[in-house]
């Protein structure tokens, strides 16, 4: 079954869209046009990085971009994320720059 | 679609000059590119929007630096790439001076890999104002070789293409190498998997029948940022290995040891004959000299850049050597210092002892954020640089990678890249800022975007190895 994903960005935009059964989140957005970052597409660079606000994913690929303190947090991947109730996602460009910070300053 | 197959037409007549008899791309020697080279009238500059929330592809920006033209300093033309979340990074042209005495060869299609997609594209340059994106290898088809992450490209004998490769499949070590055919179909994998574990760019002096490999980190350490416990946990580089070209085999590997964390571009001098060259090693703040004695190659560190303090930050602010380069007549050595904002150029006769000639800020954290009065500001340091054939015009742009750029220089996505110019002054070893040259690729219809890597039509200083 689909299901429905309503992304917010940190500007108050939001969006929402039907991911289809064993859709990522990413191809749902490419699907209907929403512009969500990414790079890779394969779970290794985390440029597509998504805080999980409400709902349940399963990955298709290992998220290897993320740390386990940074799952545990809440941040998912968007690239193999697969979502597996309606969920709730904040996404852009930011959210993966919370991540990293400058280790020296 | 080899460029054999494409016999030049009078289109392209100017891609060619005098050159003395020889068929092929490129030059007979270093001094030969010197001399019969022309001045760079425009560059191919790398612009991307990945780590931005511009809704873009990157793209291949056309730079026109003819001083006479009525666009100088302006972007003329853009190759916008098929696909979002490439980043563009490095990329190289399908023949070089290597290929000089190659008939039918022209050095006209530029490869360009996206570094997070794998995906790698083929440009061709006939028309060199216009260039048109004419071949796309997708992700799936590199993949299948266990490889991913393509950095640097150099053209190898008989049109082959290869590219190093810095993770597999899954974006996990061990990285390795890809080879394209001149058909820019991909042939397979050149190197033994295992041979390495990690890679990142390399160059070769087919004369002394030898490569020498560098190494950042897996792409799943690098991708996502730089983090300190990386480092600590031993995910970062600081080796080099050294090859048996036409065996592809690794005969020697050099640990740089603690002073040679991160080794990244690798330069060997030009001249077929020596056995010198240098590596920056960009986390502990180094350049290592290597060269060959005796049959056995060694790296000395040869510059150290120190820390300096800086009021906003906890600890000083180490040098980062980002990006270096040696003149086509191999007497400097230029590199980057992209946190603290210089870039410096080196006398380097003595190669073991180089010498600092000259030094130019802007950006970063110590130089002027506004270099040029009455352009904008510049965000981010000197960092890729290229420099003119005749060693007279050193470029550069500000932007290392994009998730880095995010950590150190959060503007420079906010207000996109520079490419700034000096003049240089190779009898004197002087440089000076030209003060009406700065690419603003800020100002672009969708958006700001950064820029990376600067090339030449004719070849350039980080790319052209001769047999």
């Keep these: 079954m689909s299901h429905a994903l309503t992304f917010e960005w940190a500007d108050g935009r939001t969006a929402r869209v039907d991911a289809r059964p064993d859709e990522t ?45 940074q799952r545990e947090a809440g941040y998912v991947l968007a690239c193999v994320a697969e979502p597996r109730s309606d969920c709730r996602l904040r996404v852009g460009v930011d959210v993966h720059r919370e991540l990293v910070d400058n280790p020296w300053k | 679609m080899s460029d054999a197959d494409n016999p030049a037409t009078d289109a392209d007549a100017h891609a060619h000059h005098d050159h003395h008899g020889h068929e092929g791309p490129g030059y007979v020697t270093p001094q030969a590119a010197i001399e019969e080279s022309e001045p760079e009238e425009v560059a191919y500059v790398i612009g991307l929007y990945v780590g931005t929330d511009v809704d873009a592809p990157d793209f291949l920006a056309v730079v026109d630096t003819d001083p006479d033209s009525s666009t100088y300093g302006q972007i003329i033309d853009r190759v916008e790439m098929p696909n979002r979340g490439d980043e563009l990074h490095h990329f190289g042209w399908n023949a070089c001076s290597s290929s000089c005495h190659v008939e039918g060869l022209e050095r006209q299609h530029l490869i360009v890999p996206g570094q997070r997609s794998s995906r790698i594209h083929v440009v061709d340059t006939a028309d060199r104002r216009d260039p048109e994106l004419v071949k796309v290898i997708e992700p799936e088809e590199v993949f299948e070789h266990d490889l991913s992450a393509p950095h640097t490209v150099h053209c ?22 890809l080879e394209l055919n001149d058909d ?28 020498i490999s560098s190494e950042w980190a897996a792409p799943k350490t690098y991708y996502p940022g730089f983090d300190l416990e990386d480092v600590e946990a031993g995910k970062y580089g600081r080796q080099l290995h050294i090859w048996d070209w036409e065996a592809g085999t690794v005969e020697q590997t050099i640990d740089l040891g603690e002073e040679g964390m991160i080794p990244l571009e690798v330069r060997f001098l030009h001249s077929p004959v020596s056995t010198h060259g240098f590596v920056g090693a960009a986390l502990s703040s180094n350049v290592f000299h290597f060269y060959e004695d005796g049959g056995e190659w060694h790296a000395d560190k040869a510059i150290d850049v120190e820390p300096r303090e800086h009021d906003d930050w906890d600890m000083p602010v180490p040098g980062l050597v980002t990006d270096l380069l040696v003149s086509m007549d191999d007497r ?38 506004n270099p040029i009065e009455g352009e904008r500001d510049v965000y981010g340091g000197p960092q890729m640089l290229q420099l003119s054939l005749d060693g007279e015009r050193l470029y550069w742009t500000t932007s290392l990678f994009s998730t880095w750029d995010n950590q150190f220089y959060p503007e420079e996505g906010e207000q996109g890249s520079v490419m ?48």
């Design chain 1, 25 to 69: 989140v990413v191809e749902a957005a490419e699907r209907e046009s929403v512009a969500l970052p990414f790079g890779c597409l394969t779970g290794a660079c985390a440029t597509c990085t998504a805080r999980l606000l409400d709902g349940h994913v399963a990955y298709r690929r290992p998220p290897r971009g993320l740390k386990p303190d």
């Design chain 2, 156 to 177: 190898i004998p008989d049109g082959k293409i290869l590219i190093s490769m810095l993770g597999d499949a899954n974006g996990e070590l061990p990285g390795g190498f």
């Design chain 2, 184 to 211: 820019f179909e991909v042939e397979g994998r050149w190197d033994t998997p295992g041979d390495i574990d990690m890679n990142y760019d390399y160059w070769y002096q087919p004369r002394h029948n030898v490569m």
């Design chain 2, 332 to 369: 400097y050595l230029f590199f980057s210092n992209w946190l603290h904002g210089d870039v410096r150029m080196y006398d380097v006769s003595d190669p073991a002892n180089p010498r600092l000639a000259d030094r130019i800020w802007a950006g970063g954290l110590f130089g002027p954020r």
């Design chain 2, 420 to 467: 700034l110019k000096a003049d240089v002054n190779p009898r004197k070893g002087t440089m000076a800022l030209d003060q009406e040259f700065l690419v603003d690729f800020g100002d672009l219809p969708d958006g700001p975007a950064r820029a990376h890597e600067i090339r030449w039509p004719d070849g350039d200083c980080t790319s052209d190895v001769w047999l």
